[in-house]
């Protein structure tokens, strides 16, 4: 597809362009692959969908996308919304039924987190789609700020010095997920999604309104150190590229030597 309506042309080539560096430097999509792209109907699965889609027309080889989204069974939840999202793109959407919501009000364990079980139940759900559709990868739409905060959210409160990988086999081995969305930063999916006119799909789950509290900490945070140094979140990204392990305090590392 061209650049989409009421968006900057210079700003639509930058992400595109962004999202194709990621695709180069961590070797995420090869000739024939089938993605499954898991699409919840929130910006950041639809930008990713319509940035895999541009590069779809453009790339030298050939891949498939097979968008799928999961349906948890929240009363209000609108799919037909999501349809017509993909419609233009000329893709056919899968939807996964599940019955999720119920199952989540019968087993989740009192203090533990709504939003963390939704989430495993619904990987869950996309590894078994993806099989299903003789997928190999699933795409999942976190960017740059998710990977930051989640290095800060296990410094902080796990004690573990961990974020996310921009490409990671299933424990299984048969699945590979890619975040292709790596480069990205969250201002430019909103100001995209702001130009184009996106409209995003809740979930319509009884805490889609309660922020992640430890999340939003961070996001605060880094907001507070922007102001001092504007490029901390670009630094802190390319800190999860040069590792230096002799510099650490893991003794699995350090024994080695």
């Known amino acids: 597809m061209a650049c989409p309506q009421g968006v900057n042309p210079k700003q639509w080539r930058s992400l595109r362009h962004s999202v194709g560096r990621a695709i180069a430097d961590f070797a995420l999509i090869k000739e024939g692959d089938r993605i499954c792209v898991g699409l919840s109907g929130g910006k950041d699965s639809q930008v990713m969908l319509l940035l895999l889609h541009e590069l779809q027309q453009r790339a030298p080889i050939r891949y498939e996308l097979l968008p799928v989204t999961v349906d948890a069974g929240f009363e209000g939840f609108d799919s037909q919304a999501i349809q ?87 424990d299984n081995g048969d699945i590979t997920v890619i975040r292709p969305l790596v480069y990205l930063a969250e201002d430019e999916i909103v100001e995209l999604v702001r130009q184009a006119g996106i409209r995003a799909v809740s979930c319509s789950c009884p805490v889609a309104g309660d922020p992640d509290q430890q999340r939003q900490r961070m996001k605060r945070l880094l907001k507070e150190l922007e102001r001092e140094i504007p490029q901390v979140k670009n630094s802190l990204l390319a800190a999860l590229g040069n590792v230096q392990p002799r510099h650490l305090l893991d003794q699995r590392l350090t024994l080695k030597e």
Do not use: W
């Open 84 to 170: 017509r999202f993909v419609e233009p793109l000329g893709l056919p959407l899968m939807i996964e039924q599940t019955d999720h919501a119920a199952l989540i009000n019968a087993k989740l364990r009192p203090g533990s987190s709504y939003c963390a079980f939704c989430a495993r139940l619904k990987r869950g759900a996309l590894y078994g789609a993806a099989r299903r559709l003789g997928c190999n990868l699933l795409a999942l739409g976190h960017h740059r700020d998710d990977f930051i905060e989640t290095l800060l959210m296990n410094q902080f409160f796990i004690g573990t010095l961990k974020a996310m990988a921009p490409k990671t086999v299933c």
